[in-house]
């Protein structure tokens, strides 16, 4: 990945080695699009991320088809008018509390002299067929674990000579449903589906490192509606799972314990919100009455003894069914936090002090300076989502699925810079 400046001279790379890919990631609280240009089937640069709050999703489904959809016609128009960029198809993120994981293996015998990409194809093909379905079910992700030529374990069998192909597979499911509704709001909007992703392998790619997924990472991305936690080890997966609880319901919690709107609670979430009240320097300080409009005075020590309980549970939750799947947490493990929630002043110290490992709060891995906003843990997943996206298109030939509306030029990056600063203001 090389660093976007505005004295960069995109013209010097051939113009067929590049291409533009869009990635929408629905999440409770917002759906955004991120755009992003490939080289040679790369990730090479993020162009833009347009986003917009979405009220027809619960903890990550969705809930309201024409909500949804108008939320991406309105993403479309803005990718054109502020990215300069018309997308028409789209590869899709999504999360869902029913994501399931099965190992399965699967076997073919070689045909020619030695393994090819078919063969690879071939036998990633029989492990989906071959996977016993629920009612309901649908398979996202077959993930090869494992190759074995002649049932030795190989690292990459194209080339090798062998007469059978075994691979053993980490597949991913989620309700057929869940598929059948993004596929909806997404053809309503005009636009063609490529592909789906359960967006939190996007998450790890983005925010962590090879060395930390080879000794052992735990992500956990605290959104809205849900914390997605995903475990990779030895580059392995080894553990997904979707907990349907996430920031909104901290908000809930404050709303209801502190007897104020929706939205104060929002606000004093973000601007007064500590994870435990055992960091606060004055737990008895009010808070600042202008936020409550009108409502009893409360205390910084009201509001993270509200927090620290809703934190405790989600933590709770999920270590508890990762200790249940028979996986434990040691050196050298790590955890990396991420998701809007994770940006919650002292959450990061919380895990760690309860966890007793390494705790870091992810940031997408963009190059510094002029995407500085984006790689803000709000944004993991929408940038992580299009960076899978480019190294997993399972396309067999290059396509541009989006295109651009306006001369590449620098403009377009100063454009972004504005977009990216006002945005935020
Ligand atoms: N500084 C902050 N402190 C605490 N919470 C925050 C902060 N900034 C954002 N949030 C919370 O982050 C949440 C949104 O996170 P995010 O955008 O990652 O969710 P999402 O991807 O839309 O939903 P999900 O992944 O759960 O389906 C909201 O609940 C918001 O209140
Ligand atoms: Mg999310």
């Known amino acids: 990945m090389r660093a976007m ?10 113009e067929e080695n590049i291409n533009y890919i ?29 986003h917009h709050q979405c009220q027809g999703i619960t903890s990550g489904r969705i809930t309201n088809l024409e909500a949804v959809t108008a939320t991406i016609r309105k993403l479309l128009c ?95 499911t989620v309700p057929r449903s869940s598929i059948v509704n993004v596929d909806r709001v997404c053809r309503a909007a005009g636009l063609t589906v490529r592909d789906i992703f359960f967006s939190p392998l996007g998450t790890l790619q983005a925010v962590t490192h090879p060395r930390q997924r080879q000794l052992g990472v735990l992500l956990l991305d605290i959104g809205a509606g849900t914390t997605d936690v995903v475990m990779m080890e030895g580059d392995r997966l080894r553990y997904c799972d979707v907990v349907p609880i996430g920031g909104q319901s901290f908000t809930e919690s404050l709303a209801n314990g502190l007897r104020c709107l929706r939205e104060e609670a929002e606000t004093i979430k973000i601007k007064c919100g500590m994870a435990s009240p055992a960091y606060l320097n ?16 409360v205390t910084y020590g009201q509001v993270s003894h509200i927090l620290e309980s809703r934190i405790s549970e989600i933590l709770h939750i999920a270590l508890n069914r990762l200790h ?4 434990g947490l040691t050196a050298p493990h790590s955890i990396v936090i991420t998701g809007g929630t994770a940006q919650l002043n002292g959450l990061r110290a ?69 977009f990216f600063g006002g945005f935020f203001d």
């Open 5 to 14: 400046n505005a004295s960069d001279n995109y013209m010097t790379v051939p």
């Open 22 to 50: 869009a990635a929408m990631d629905i999440g409770s609280n917002k759906i955004s699009l991120s755009i992003a240009q490939t080289l040679d089937g790369r990730f090479d640069a993020l162009l833009g991320v347009v």
């Open 78 to 172: 803005e990718a054109v008018e502020i990215i300069g960029f018309s997308v028409t198809e789209v590869f899709i993120g999504i999360t869902d509390p029913e994501i399931a994981v099965h190992r399965n293996t699967a076997m073919v015998a070689v045909g020619g002299d030695s393994i090819t990409s078919e063969d690879i194809a071939d036998v990633l093909e029989a492990a989906e067929t071959a996977m016993p379905l629920r009612e309901n079910e649908a398979i996202l992700h077959v993930i090869p674990e494992q190759f074995l030529v002649n049932g030795h374990p190989v690292d990459d069998p194209v080339g090798r000579s062998g007469v059978r192909l075994d691979v053993e597979t980490t597949v991913l």
């Open 282 to 297: 004055n737990p008895d300080l009010a808070v600042d009455s202008s936020l409550l409009c009108g409502s009893a005075p």
């Open 324 to 327: 249940y799947a028979g996986i």
């Open 350 to 418: 919380f895990i760690q002090e309860l966890i007793e490992l390494p705790v870091e709060v992810g940031f997408a891995n963009l190059p510094a300076g002029m995407f500085d906003l984006a790689r803000q843990p709000v944004f993991s997943s929408s940038v992580g989502l299009v960076m899978y996206a480019s190294t997993h298109d399972q396309g067999h030939s290059p396509r541009m699925t989006v295109q651009m509306t306006e001369k590449k030029n620098n403009n377009v990056f100063k454009k972004l810079a504005d």
